[in-house]
């Protein structure tokens, strides 16, 4: 992508248990929606087909959908980049248009970005770690500027069914070599597996009938005399919408007796199964925003000559174990309450906090416990303008550095919340929030937010949306469900 200096959208959308994805050749799920202030409202999301399309199928493909039930000009002429993050959180299998025009509904990408062999199996450990696939989609637009760099964050879940259980195929010195055929049999629900005899060779045959259209992990191992699993003979996913029997094979009758003494306890031999399948897709909502570049957690491959030493990789990449294990660290210490000092009452609830993590994280609470306010003498602060909610979810952002889900009403409360106890990135998180959700329906709430907290650039952008859409409609329609001293703002 061109001009990587310019401030752009970037939505980062992690899939995980993403092994267990079940569709089809030219099926697809996809992220969570996510808006744009600057381009009037519209609604963008990211469309995945596990499998491909017909003519690249056993390719992932990705695409980026303009919706088209949303607001936003007719057309937008939108640069892009898709790419997938490998476990370092650098892109790869990175694809890219320039002044592509959408309209509503259009859909945009690229059907053979990168292959199933490499991600499930060559290259694994770093597109897939922990099950987990991780899409970057980078836009900025034609014309359109963004007063920042901005990111969001979005999850999606592919929830999985798990089954444990023990199965006691029986006495094995009742099963006969020259008889070959079934020696046990199963049934879990309303499945059945039925393992099979076929002349040295031991097989699991599994019939599935409780399962549409769904992935599975078949895992059996033997339970051995020491009480655990010695190893899993079966670990496989398994796909296949129309057959529903499957036959497999477990192990050899001679390995079994060459190590009687471990795998057959007592002349049993009983197995250890696992069976794994998925039940659908949570689409969780953007849940998370980050601004301004300093938190860019990605670097970009830009041309370089060939004597240019590598970029370093950003600071907060090599940082991110020791990040987390400080931010669990700080959400256990708040959690558990350990050497607390101080007591914030909101009505009749109260929680303990910390004086430091206060002093460090607001100017405000720092002012108030460096005096001889009547807080600091009777260690408490009494908070009647807050709700507890609201004031615990402030709190987790003072220890954990995470403002966590939002929402409008959220949103507004920890906006609040921000302003007053100065906690200038919270209030920046919460501002950005409202600025991508803003909409004909909830403009006027932003300017009342803007002008009660005195900021100028929150009522700019709600007056520039009004102002784009009276360019398209006419101030009156525009204004005419506002009140009078909006119309004069927006008018004048």
């Given at each position: 992508m061109e001009n990587e200096d310019r401030n752009m959208f970037v939505y980062i959308w992690k899939i995980e248990n993403f092994s267990f994805a079940w569709q089809e050749v030219n099926e697809h799920f996809t992220s969570p929606s996510f808006q744009i202030c600057a381009t009037e409202g519209s609604s963008w999301r990211l469309k995945l087909y596990p499998r491909g399309i017909l003519s690249t199928k056993n390719s992932l493909s990705l695409y980026l959908e303009r919706e088209s039930n949303v607001q936003g000009p007719v057309y937008l002429s939108v640069d892009y980049e898709l790419s997938f993050l490998k476990s370092d959180g650098t892109p790869g299998y990175t694809a890219a248009e320039k002044a592509c025009v959408l309209g509503k509904g259009q859909t945009s990408g690229f059907a053979n970005l990168i292959s199933r062999e490499e991600i499930f199996r060559?290259?694994?450990?770093?597109?897939?770690?922990?099950?987990?696939?991780?899409?970057?989609?980078?836009?900025?637009?034609?014309?359109?500027?963004?007063?920042?760099?901005?990111?969001?964050?979005?999850?999606?879940?592919?929830?999985?069914?798990?089954?444990?259980?023990?199965?006691?195929?029986?006495?094995?010195?009742?099963?006969?070599?020259?008889?070959?055929?079934?020696?046990?049999?199963?049934?879990?629900?309303?499945?059945?597996?039925?393992?099979?005899?076929?002349?040295?060779?031991?097989?699991?045959?599994?019939?599935?009938?409780?399962l549409v259209n769904r992935m599975f992990r078949l895992r059996i191992g033997i339970l051995d005399s020491n009480k655990s699993t010695s190893n899993f003979l079966i670990d496989e996913y398994i796909f296949n919408r129309e057959k529903r029997s499957i036959k497999t094979l477990l192990i050899s009758r001679s390995k079994l007796l060459q190590r009687k003494d471990l795998y057959l306890p007592e002349d049993h031999l009983i197995l250890h199964c696992e069976w794994n399948y998925s039940r659908g897709v949570h689409v969780g909502q953007v849940d998370c925003h980050a601004y301004d570049k300093m938190f860019t957690f990605y670097t970009f491959?830009?041309?370089?000559?060939?004597?240019?030493?590598?970029?370093?990789?950003?600071?907060?990449?090599?940082?991110?174990?020791?990040?987390?294990?400080?931010?669990?660290?700080?959400?256990?210490?708040?959690?558990?309450?350990?050497?607390?000092?101080?007591?914030?009452?909101?009505?009749?609830?109260?929680?303990?906090?910390?004086?430091?993590?206060?002093?460090?994280?607001?100017?405000?609470?720092?002012?108030?416990?460096?005096s001889n306010m009547k807080e600091t003498l009777k260690n408490q602060v009494d908070i009647s303008d807050l709700d507890m909610d609201t004031v615990r979810r402030m709190l987790?952002?003072?220890?954990?550095?995470?403002?966590?889900?939002?929402?409008?009403?959220?949103?507004?409360?920890?906006?609040?919340?921000?302003?007053?106890?100065?906690?200038?990135?919270?209030?920046?998180?919460?501002?950005?929030?409202?600025?991508?959700?803003?909409?004909?329906?909830?403009?006027?709430?932003?300017?009342?937010?803007?002008?009660?907290?005195?900021?100028?650039?929150?009522?700019?952008?709600?007056?520039?949306?009004?102002?784009?859409?009276?360019?398209?409609?006419?101030?009156?329609?525009?204004?005419q469900t506002l009140s009078n001293s909006y119309a004069k703002l927006i008018l004048k």
């Open positions: 060559t290259k694994k450990s770093v597109f897939l770690p922990d099950d987990t696939l991780t899409v970057q989609c980078r836009i900025s637009f034609e014309n359109i500027g963004l007063a920042r760099q901005i990111q969001a964050f979005a999850k999606s879940t592919i929830w999985i069914h798990r089954q444990l259980f023990l199965w006691d195929a029986g006495k094995f010195n009742y099963i006969s070599p020259y008889e070959p055929g079934i020696f046990s049999a199963l049934s879990f629900q309303t499945n059945e597996m039925v393992l099979n005899l076929n002349e040295d060779s031991i097989y699991v045959h599994l019939v599935i009938n409780d491959n830009k041309k370089k000559d060939s004597n240019e030493s590598p970029l370093p990789i950003a600071h907060s990449l090599c940082c991110a174990n020791n990040y987390n294990s400080m931010k669990t660290d700080f959400q256990n210490l708040h959690q558990e309450g350990t050497l607390s000092d101080f007591t914030i009452k909101v009505g009749s609830e109260t929680v303990r906090v910390h004086k430091a993590v206060l002093c460090a994280r607001s100017s405000v609470f720092k002012a108030m416990l460096t987790a952002y003072m220890y954990t550095d995470t403002a966590g889900d939002l929402d409008w009403e959220t949103a507004k409360k920890l906006y609040f919340a921000a302003d007053k106890y100065d906690i200038t990135m919270l209030k920046r998180i919460c501002s950005e929030f409202l600025k991508i959700n803003l909409m004909a329906a909830n403009v006027e709430d932003i300017l009342t937010i803007a002008n009660t907290h005195a900021d100028e650039e929150l009522k700019n952008v709600a007056l520039k949306f009004l102002q784009c859409k009276a360019n398209r409609q006419g101030s009156r329609s525009c204004t």
